[in-house]
């Protein structure tokens, strides 16, 4: 992996943990749901709205 820093201490946080496997019909309702409740919201990236949307489980 490359990091856009140079000639810099950084600190690098690893976060594991289980993810339920979900069937091709269940992924879809979710991704649904989850742009009916985001919509016209503005993210500044995917993370944020991934990290919404495995804190509603």
Known sequence: MQ?????????AMVIYQPIQKR??????RR?????????DQIFSNSTELLRE?????
């Open 31 to 39: 991704f649904q749901a989850m742009l009916e409740q985001h919509q």
């Open 23 to 28: 069937s091709h019909q269940d992924s879809k």
């Open 3 to 11: 990091l856009p820093v140079q000639n810099q201490d950084i600190e």
């Open 53 to 57: 949307d495995r804190l509603r489980g």
